[in-house]
């Protein structure tokens, strides 16, 4: 795989963090988590292939362990609040000081720097903070954060992987580690460039749901089937839109043109009405195989089973019988290979990975039993 031999250490975190590690972790890298002690069960559900290390980072010994594994890591994942890594001893200069070829990645809301960097926030706070959330919404209404996938998970964890990827291609020429400052802010309006660099062109000119992507357009949206599903419309450029037209049955001529855009809430009118008027799977019969950039809205379950995925294999099952996607991008070569077995328990590994990073197996019962590190392994819940 392409990150195999990348050693990293995750400290735990709540959401973008983990999707990060588990990112590299499926296509390659080995990703020890290091959990809190004395936590009753992890709330990381994106621990896919990682292992589990749980230490006391208030206590110096757990600090002195922990820079022990970074001395021998590639990466060091952290999710925490500006200062709070310093404030453990295990600040950049601490941790690179000791292994200069360490990339250092922080993962943060707001970033390193600036009046917001030490504020508490979540993903509707980044969202907001980056000017996207002020564009998602429906017309009239205001504005909706969809789940929490553009900052925690596009702009944050998958942005961080990326920047460690990179740092590590650096590494590869200059043979230095160096910090990876991500804030999710940052992260999330850069994945918006395409917003802000098309403004120019007018596509975002009228009030939020109004404008050409945004729900205001009727051949770009969803719309409700006879039996209570849906259907995505996407059908933006004449020909494919010409397509659309034929596959509700209507006729161009009978309607207002494509681009008229006091027309659109009449256009609007006239495709609900005829969407509402067969089932899903009619109008997958009705679309499947032409260009009216038609498709049905399927749900978590339906995903597997649908031919094409199934034809590509783009979602598998675990041995937990859970339903997960398949990593992408898909490298020819050397491509992905999610672990398919269950998440590790906090601390299932502390007692072998110690012992795999140099640790004497007395200084392990040592810190075991003085509860600086905690091991909770598979056979002891059987
Ligand atoms: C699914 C829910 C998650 C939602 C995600 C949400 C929408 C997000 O946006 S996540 C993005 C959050 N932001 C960031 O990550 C930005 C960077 N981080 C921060 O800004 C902050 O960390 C923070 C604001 C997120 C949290 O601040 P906090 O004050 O708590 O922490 P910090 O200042 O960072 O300091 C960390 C302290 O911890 C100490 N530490 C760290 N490691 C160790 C260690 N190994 N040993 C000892 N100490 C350690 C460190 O020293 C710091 O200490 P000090 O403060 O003294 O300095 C899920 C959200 C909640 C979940 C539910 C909940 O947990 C209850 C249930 C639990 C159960 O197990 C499972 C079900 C739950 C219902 C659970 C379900 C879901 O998972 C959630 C709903």
């Given at each position: 795989?392409?990150?195999?031999?990348?050693?990293?250490?995750?400290?735990?975190?709540?959401?973008?963090?983990?999707?990060?590690?588990?990112?590299?972790?499926?296509?390659?890298?080995?990703?020890?988590?290091?959990?809190?002690?004395?936590?009753?069960?992890?709330?990381?559900?994106?621990?896919?292939?990682?292992?589990?290390?749980?230490?006391?980072?208030?206590?110096?010994?757990?600090?002195?362990?922990?820079?022990?594994?970074?001395?021998?890591?590639?990466?060091?994942?952290?999710?925490?609040?500006?200062?709070?890594?310093?404030?453990?001893?295990?600040?950049?200069?601490?941790?690179?000081?000791?292994?200069?070829?360490?990339?250092?990645?922080?993962?943060?809301g707001y970033g390193q720097s600036g009046s917001y960097a030490k504020?508490?926030?979540?993903?509707?706070?980044?969202?907001?903070?980056?000017?996207?959330?002020?564009?998602?919404?429906?017309?009239?209404?205001?504005?909706?954060?969809?789940?929490?996938?553009?900052?925690d998970f596009a702009g944050g964890g998958l942005m961080c992987a990326?920047?460690?990827?990179?740092?590590?291609?650096?590494?590869?020429?200059?043979?230095?580690?160096?910090?990876?400052?991500?804030?999710?802010?940052?992260?999330?309006?850069?994945?918006?460039?395409?917003?802000?660099?098309?403004?120019?062109?007018?596509?975002?000119?009228?009030?939020?749901?109004?404008?050409?992507?945004?729900?205001?357009?009727?051949?770009?949206?969803?719309?409700?089937?006879?039996?209570?599903?849906y259907m995505a419309v996407g059908a933006i450029e004449p020909q494919?839109?010409?397509?659309?037209?034929?596959?509700?049955?209507?006729?161009?001529?009978?309607?207002?043109?494509?681009?008229?855009?006091?027309?659109?809430?009449?256009?609007?009118?006239?495709?609900?009405?005829?969407?509402?008027?067969?089932?899903?799977?009619?109008?997958?019969?009705?679309?499947?195989?032409?260009?009216?950039?038609?498709?049905?809205?399927?749900?978590?379950?339906?995903?597997?089973?649908?031919?094409?995925?199934?034809?590509?294999?783009?979602?598998?099952?675990?041995?937990?019988?859970?339903?997960?996607?398949?990593?992408?991008?898909?490298?020819?070569?050397?491509?992905?290979?999610?672990?398919?077995?269950?998440?590790?328990?906090?601390?299932?590994?502390?007692?072998?990975?110690?012992?795999?990073?140099?640790?004497?197996?007395?200084?392990?019962?040592?810190?075991?039993?003085?509860?600086?590190?905690?091991?909770?392994?598979?056979?002891?819940?059987?």
């Amino acid at each position: 795989m392409a990150l195999a031999g990348v050693r990293v250490i995750e400290l735990a975190g709540l959401a973008p963090a983990p999707f990060c590690g588990m990112i590299l972790a499926d296509f390659g890298a080995r990703v020890i988590r290091v959990d809190r002690t004395k936590v009753p069960m992890t709330v990381d559900t994106q621990a896919r292939g990682k292992q589990s290390v749980a230490l006391n980072l208030k206590n110096p010994r757990g600090v002195a362990v922990l820079k022990r594994l970074c001395v021998q890591s590639d990466v060091v994942l952290e999710p925490y609040r500006k200062g709070v890594m310093e404030k453990m001893g295990l600040g950049p200069e601490d941790l690179l000081k000791e292994n200069p070829r360490l990339i250092y990645a922080r993962l943060t809301g707001y970033g390193q720097s600036g009046s917001y960097a030490k504020a508490a926030g979540h993903d509707i706070n980044y969202l907001a903070m980056s000017g996207l959330l002020s564009m998602l919404g429906r017309s009239s209404e205001k504005p909706y954060a969809p789940l929490n996938l553009v900052a925690d998970f596009a702009g944050g964890g998958l942005m961080c992987a990326f920047g460690i990827v990179l740092a590590l291609l650096e590494r590869s020429r200059s043979g230095q580690g160096q910090i990876i400052d991500a804030s999710m802010v940052e992260g999330a309006a850069y994945v918006g460039s395409f917003m802000w660099k098309s403004r120019s062109l007018g596509l975002w000119n009228r009030p939020r749901g109004e404008n050409l992507l945004d729900s205001g357009a009727p051949f770009y949206d969803t719309y409700r089937t006879s039996d209570g599903k849906y259907m995505a419309v996407g059908a933006i450029e004449p020909q494919f839109y010409q397509q659309l037209i034929q596959g509700l049955g209507l006729y161009e001529a009978d309607l207002p043109a494509q681009m008229s855009v006091s027309d659109w809430p009449q256009l609007r009118q006239t495709f609900t009405r005829v969407f509402a008027s067969k089932t899903q799977e009619e109008w997958i019969r009705v679309f499947d195989g032409t260009d009216a950039c038609v498709t049905p809205v399927l749900s978590f379950d339906e995903v597997l089973s649908h031919p094409h995925n199934q034809a590509r294999g783009s979602f598998f099952k675990d041995s937990q019988g859970e339903i997960s996607p398949r990593p992408a991008p898909v490298l020819s070569r050397s491509p992905a290979e999610p672990c398919h077995s269950r998440d590790p328990f906090i601390g299932e590994h502390t007692r072998s990975v110690l012992k795999e990073y140099g640790f004497e197996q007395a200084q392990i019962e040592q810190l075991l039993s003085a509860g600086i590190a905690e091991c909770n392994e598979a056979k002891a819940r059987l």
